[in-house]
């Protein structure tokens, strides 16, 4: 489809429910490596990404059943596999998410890139380079990245760009690490402060969540929880805001 052709005049009314954010519940579900038991997520969009990070996990040992309520049930506990194929990984970015998560848990991780080899290490040089800064060894090995964090120390980094997927990868190991991490020009966008706030509830020690700067104090475990719910998607929220604004225009 190249476009939608609209034809107005029709008088809108109605309540309408907003679907929970896609860009929210992936990292959630990439937490849920950590998590170690059976956690609910409610308020799941019904959407291929969704699906797809369900098909990770599951390829890593974790158990996932989705529910007809719009939640899903991730038990992770027997999660034993730190290895996230190049056939899933390629057909969504955000699968490389569980770098950091596997990293905290095994310490170690073998994640492809998103592109594979044609694509090599540019478009996640930021998770990539401050997760170096937390101890990790990182080699790229046939479109792979191998990394070794069974030496994580707690640093400062300083993002050049604001990114929000290495802010959230960044973040999930750096809470496991010995000492203390600052993250400057880090993300502070919804689903990074859900992000910050689920880990907090399992544990970690995150202050700053909101802000442009993070500070994350190592703790040695976390503790697991039993459910959270996606937040609301503004994208889609402001879509049908827009429409309202017209109608009382009207």
Same mark, same amino acid.
């Given at each position: 489809? *190249?476009y939608?052709?609209?034809? !107005?005049?029709?008088?809108l009314? /109605?309540?309408? @429910?907003?679907?929970g +954010?896609?860009?929210?519940?992936?990292?959630?579900? +990439?937490?849920?490596?950590?998590?170690?038991? =059976?956690? =609910?997520?409610?308020?799941?969009?019904?959407?291929?990404d969704?699906?797809?990070?369900?098909?990770?996990? @599951?390829?890593?040992?974790? @158990?996932?059943?989705?529910?007809? *309520?719009?939640?899903?049930?991730?038990?992770?506990?027997?999660l034993?596999?730190? &290895?996230?194929? $190049?056939?899933?990984?390629?057909?969504? %970015? +955000?699968? &490389? $998410?569980?770098?950091?998560?596997?990293?905290? %848990?095994?310490?170690?991780?073998?994640?492809?890139?998103?592109? #594979?080899?044609?694509?090599?290490? %540019?478009?996640? *040089? &930021?998770?990539l380079?401050?997760?170096?800064?937390? !101890?990790v060894?990182i080699?790229i090995?046939?479109? $792979?990245?191998v990394? *070794?964090?069974?030496?994580?120390?707690?640093?400062?980094?300083? &993002?050049?760009?604001?990114?929000?997927?290495?802010? #959230?990868?960044?973040?999930?190991?750096?809470i496991?690490a010995? /000492?203390?991490?600052?993250?400057?020009?880090?993300?502070s966008?919804?689903?990074?402060?859900?992000?910050c706030?689920?880990?907090?509830?399992?544990?970690?020690?995150?202050?700053?969540?909101?802000?442009?700067?993070?500070?994350? =104090? !190592?703790v040695?475990s976390?503790?697991?929880?039993?459910?959270?719910?996606?937040?609301?998607d %503004?994208i889609? +929220? !402001?879509?049908f805001?827009?429409?309202?604004?017209?109608?009382?225009?009207?």
């Amino acid at each position: 489809m *190249d476009y939608f052709e609209i034809n !107005g005049s029709n008088k809108l009314n /109605g309540v309408v @429910e907003v679907s929970g +954010a896609k860009n929210a519940v992936l990292p959630l579900m +990439a937490a849920a490596i950590l998590n170690k038991d =059976k956690l =609910k997520i409610s308020n799941v969009p019904t959407l291929s990404d969704s699906i797809t990070m369900s098909k990770l996990l @599951e390829e890593m040992g974790a @158990e996932v059943n989705f529910e007809s *309520d719009n939640s899903i049930f991730v038990d992770s506990s027997n999660l034993d596999t730190p &290895f996230a194929p $190049y056939d899933l990984v390629k057909t969504m %970015r +955000a699968s &490389f $998410y569980v770098l950091g998560p596997l990293l905290a %848990r095994f310490g170690k991780a073998k994640v492809s890139l998103p592109g #594979g080899c044609a694509w090599g290490p %540019r478009p996640v *040089d &930021f998770h990539l380079e401050g997760l170096k800064a937390l !101890g990790v060894k990182i080699s790229i090995e046939n479109g $792979y990245v191998v990394a *070794d964090g069974s030496n994580l120390n707690g640093n400062k980094i300083h &993002f050049p760009k604001i990114s929000v997927g290495a802010t #959230g990868n960044v973040v999930m190991v750096a809470i496991l690490a010995k /000492g203390t991490t600052t993250i400057t020009n880090a993300a502070s966008e919804p689903e990074i402060q859900q992000l910050c706030e689920m880990l907090n509830s399992m544990g970690a020690n995150i202050s700053g969540v909101g802000s442009n700067t993070l500070t994350i =104090k !190592g703790v040695s475990s976390l503790n697991s929880i039993s459910s959270i719910s996606v937040i609301p998607d %503004r994208i889609e +929220a !402001g879509t049908f805001l827009n429409c309202a604004q017209l109608l009382v225009g009207s």
